[in-house]
């Protein structure tokens, strides 16, 4: 079935050091990627939608310019958290669209970020 | 976009059939209803998707009512590893983005 890749699964690291996650779809095209958040004990939240060879349309409350993303070809999405900072610190999770917009979304693994 | 309530958790015995409810009564005509299961530490994963007919697959079954305001998530004989929070999503055929509720805590017991 469809498989999607997320690295790094776990990130530690400093008080203003940049992060960057990627999200790959393994066996399939992408033209859209999504990122969401995940807080502990609360629901995922989305961020933002990534499609390819275009600029990702963010959801409201999400900085652009502290969380880049980058959707350069049909199977790689990359966000970036920018001068990252301990109120950052949570679970990122990636998905995949394959086909139509009812189709399922195939999620990544999740990258835990905790910065100190 | 059109709002899903389920309980906030569950409780079933190993080797049991489970049936998670979930009430969508401002569904729109073109909206999907997705299913999906997120284990601890975990990214979500995809369970069973339906319109208007039941589905099966290898996961579960899905119960549609006929008004289609409800539905109904079937486990057929819950293991431990069903143990995940299950989330009902309506899916528009326009929209991709899903909105996450708080969705069913499940808890499967020995």
């Known amino acids: 079935g469809a498989v999607v890749s997320q690295h790094p699964s776990w990130v530690i690291c400093k008080s203003g050091t940049s992060v960057k996650i990627e999200c790959r779809s393994l066996?399939?095209?992408?033209?859209?990627m999504f990122w969401y958040r995940q807080f502990p004990k609360q629901s995922l939240m989305l961020m933002a939608t990534?499609?390819?060879?275009?600029?990702?349309?963010?959801e409201q409350g999400v900085e652009k310019d502290k969380f880049l993303i980058n959707h350069a070809s049909l199977t790689l999405s990359t966000l970036t958290v920018t001068s990252a900072h301990p109120e950052d610190s949570s679970f990122y999770i990636c998905?995949?669209?394959?086909?139509?917009?009812?189709?399922?979304?195939?999620f990544g693994d999740g990258t835990r970020l905790s910065i100190l | 976009d059109a709002k899903t309530t389920q309980p906030n958790s569950m409780e079933s015995n190993e080797e049991e059939p489970v049936h998670l409810p979930c009430n969508h009564s401002?569904?729109?005509?073109?909206?999907?209803i997705h299913w999906y299961r997120q284990l601890p530490s975990q990214g979500p994963e995809y369970v069973i998707h339906?319109?208007?007919s039941n589905v099966n697959n290898r996961m579960a079954s899905l119960a549609i009512a006929e008004d289609r305001k409800s539905s109904t998530l079937i486990l057929h004989r819950a293991t431990l590893r069903d143990a995940a929070v299950y989330y009902c999503?309506?899916?528009?055929?326009?929209?991709?983005?899903?909105?996450f509720g708080k969705g069913t805590s499940l808890l499967v017991t020995p």
């Open positions: 998905s995949a669209l394959r086909g139509g917009g009812n189709q399922p979304q195939h």
């Open positions: 066996d399939f095209q992408a033209t859209t």
């Open positions: 990534s499609n390819e060879g275009s600029k990702a349309t963010y």
């Open positions: 401002t569904i729109s005509g073109t909206d999907y």
């Open positions: 339906g319109l208007t």
């Open positions: 999503i309506l899916v528009s055929n326009s929209g991709y983005a899903l909105n």
